[in-house]
């Protein structure tokens, strides 16, 4: 659908409540491709910033996890 704040709604429930930080990614960006409202794009654009942060931080941290 072309109704960006859905997209912004579902990165927020994906990102805060069910800490699905590769699904919300996805929405923040689909939100950020949609929306005109320059704005809020700044903010979630610092969002994405963050999350792709956070994943990667992730990912590194499962590297150097102990294999049992």
Do not use: C
């Not at 930080?21 to 610092?46: G, I, P, R």
Request: hydrophobic letters at 40%; charged letters at 25%.
């Amino acid at each position: 659908p072309r109704y960006p704040l859905a997209y912004l709604n579902l990165g927020v429930l994906y990102d805060l409540y069910q800490r699905r930080l590769d699904l919300a990614l996805n929405h923040y960006e689909s939100y950020v491709e949609l929306s005109a409202d320059k704005e809020s794009n700044e903010q979630v654009e610092k969002w994405i910033t963050y999350l792709r942060r956070r994943v990667a931080k992730m990912n590194r941290t499962a590297m150097m996890a102990p294999v049992q």
